[in-house]
């Protein structure tokens, strides 16, 4: 498997800000607009489903390879491989392959994925119910010629859900195929706001090289964004702006520059994605003039 590694951290949006949808509603559009930002990412969500024709997929593909904007795709909400019921976790197998074709034409290497969850059983018992469709999915996503991209299960915000950073580990390690999904702002969340310091990132940072080592450490997938929560972990994306619940990426770009990180980092931002993904990578090109 050959995967293009990158020598600096990249940013961009998920999904369409507002600032987008002022004067355009294509994601064919979207390549173009983000290169003009100063950007070099953009992450396009089936969170619905994956609707998406080869046609069209293949013209974005082509405008996103024109402007250098590597494109990763989110698969649908519904995945849930923890399920009871051996259809759902049939269709969420799916679900995925279908995320990867389509990924495929869009020219990417990314694809994430929400594990699922709990759904009123034992922690423990879900999990190794996750873990063995997932072991089947990596083997579906084999034999289907897709292992040639990344497969990257998500760090969860509900405490309900399927996907702690130990838990991501744990599924990283079933594959070369598979990179973490570190999502800072469900992290911070799900543990009631513990991500006050660099040291705090840092300390994320060393569970991920202690657990897989320094390549999928250093090239991790990373969703970041300031997340309201409660006592069950995440409420709500908020942007920027938000100056009560944080995360701050000020903290996590010191962790950047410290051990080298080269991550791709997607904001999540409720409205403000692509502001919001400048502003980080402005703060840490900052850090390299200290
Ligand atoms: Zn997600």
Redesign the pocket.
């Known amino acids: 498997m050959e995967i293009k590694l990158t020598k600096t951290p990249k940013f961009g949006p998920s999904g369409h800000s507002e600032s987008f949808l002022l004067d355009h509603s294509a994601t064919i559009e979207m390549p173009k607009w983000v290169s003009s930002l100063g950007l070099e990412l953009f992450e396009y969500s089936f969170g619905k489903g994956v609707r998406l024709s080869e046609k069209t997929a293949r013209e974005i593909g082509r405008e996103a390879a024109e402007y250098g904007i590597e494109i990763s795709v ?1 698969a649908p ?1 519904f995945i849930s491989l923890a399920s009871v019921e051996q259809e759902k976790v049939d269709n969420s197998i799916g679900y995925l392959t279908a995320s990867l074709r389509a990924l495929r034409q869009l020219g990417g290497q990314r694809c ?1 994925f ?1 594990t699922g969850s709990e759904g009123g059983k034992p922690r423990a018992e879900a999990y190794a119910r996750a873990k063995d469709a997932f072991i089947r999915a990596l083997d579906e996503i084999k034999a289907q010629g897709l292992d040639d991209m990344l497969v990257c299960p ?1 760090t969860m915000g509900k405490s309900a859900q399927i996907g702690t950073v130990e838990e991501v580990i744990d599924l990283c390690k079933l594959g070369d195929n598979v990179y973490p ?1 570190v ?1 800072f702002g469900h992290i911070n969340a799900l543990y009631g706001g513990i991500l006050k310091n660099k040291d705090d990132f840092q300390a994320i940072v060393d569970k991920m090289f202690d657990g897989l080592g320094e390549e999928k450490t250093k090239n991790m997938h990373v ?1 970041f964004s300031k997340i309201q929560y409660g006592p069950k972990g995440e409420i709500k994306h908020l942007t920027f702006d938000d100056q009560i619940y944080g995360p701050e990426f000020d903290s996590f770009a010191d962790v950047i520059v410290k051990n080298n990180l080269t991550p791709h980092i997607l904001s ?1 931002s409720a409205g403000t994605q692509s502001e919001d993904a400048l502003e980080m990578k402005n703060i840490w090109q900052s850090k390299l003039l200290k």
């Open positions: 989110h909400y994430i929400h998500e999904c999502d969703h999540e």
